[in-house]
């Protein structure tokens, strides 16, 4: 009976590997808790994704054969229509499904084709699809490694730690287009910077005349890329939002609490601009441009 029980513990439905982890859901990042919280619109916005694809055309790295695998992920569509989904709440944007949009025709024809054989001229058609008035287009348009390197390290009798840092730039462009005049209402670029660290010791001691010990170890971390490309489109969104506020596109069901925000996001980009460059001394201030000509009759 033992061994019975030993040999049912070792089936393949029942093995257990101490270094794995179970599933789980995707983790929050501080830009869709934001974009979560917006303040609802004055009603939704009806949109659609036919594709938002990586136009990096980017392989992984690899300096030992050549690496045919994409270095960014190929859902991009998938990774914003949840995004846009999910953006305040639910409550910005009616999201229609265009993406897969052959399979859901073809579904559709199936059931009206079973409804047909079944009642003949009697049978009851389906419902019209629901249409988009806007699409929302774009795609990852970089990936630029290597922006940033460097490491240091130091030792002293035999004994030593080094670390080695990298960083990585992935950039999202969105914009809206009204289906009716083919115009792009608002547009809008975001970068999400992926950082890579490697931390590596080492110990190098006589322990007697003849006897070396030597012990090295080393962490590495990074980024998962995904997570980046799904943070970049979540500030795209929310920028995109913002964007169409301003330009009196679409609005907030409650204008006070959509002020409060749209002050927050003046206030972040102005403190993300650039400082201006500094004149050098005694250099002349630049020329005005002259006042623009009136109109011809």
């Known amino acids: 009976m033992v061994m019975v029980g030993i040999l049912a513990g070792c089936t393949p439905g029942s093995v257990y ?7 789980t859901m995707e983790p929050p990042t501080s830009t869709g808790v934001v974009l979560d919280k917006l303040p609802p619109p004055a009603r939704p916005l009806d949109v659609a994704i036919y594709s938002f694809p990586d136009l990096t055309g980017q392989n992984k790295e690899n300096d030992s054969f050549a690496e045919f695998s ?3 992920t190929q859902g991009g569509a998938d990774i914003l229509t949840d995004v846009v989904s999910k953006a305040g709440a639910g409550k910005w944007f009616d999201v229609v499904e265009r993406n897969g949009l052959q399979p859901l025709l073809q579904e559709r024809q199936i059931i009206q084709n079973t409804r047909n054989s079944f009642f003949g001229k009697k049978a009851e058609g389906l419902p019209a699809l629901r249409f988009a008035g806007i699409i929302l287009q774009g795609g990852v348009i970089g990936y630029d490694t290597n922006q940033h390197t460097g490491g240091f390290g130091a030792a002293y009798l035999g004994i030593g730690a080094s670390t080695n840092y990298r960083e990585d730039v992935v950039t999202v462009a969105l914009r809206a287009v009204s289906v009716s005049t083919g115009r792009v209402l608002a547009s809008v670029t975001t970068t999400k910077t992926i950082y890579s660290v490697v931390l590596d010791g ?4 006589f322990v007697a005349v003849d006897k070396i010990l ?3 170890g080393g962490y590495g971390r990074n980024s998962p890329v995904t997570l980046a490309v799904r943070e970049a489109a979540q500030l795209a969104v929310y920028s995109l939002i913002f964007e169409g506020v301003k ?3 679409w609005h907030f069901a409650n204008p006070v609490a959509g002020a409060a925000f749209m002050q927050e996001l003046d206030r972040q980009q102005r403190a993300a601009e650039p400082a201006p460059i500094p004149l050098p001394a005694g250099a002349p201030a630049p020329a005005a441009l002259p006042p623009a000509a009136p109109p011809k009759s």
């Open 17 to 23: 590997d101490p270094w794995s982890r179970p599933a």
């Open 247 to 249: 330009q009196g596109l």
């Open 214 to 216: 030597q012990i090295e």
């Open 70 to 72: 994409h270095a960014l």
């Open 202 to 205: 080492s110990a190098f001691k």
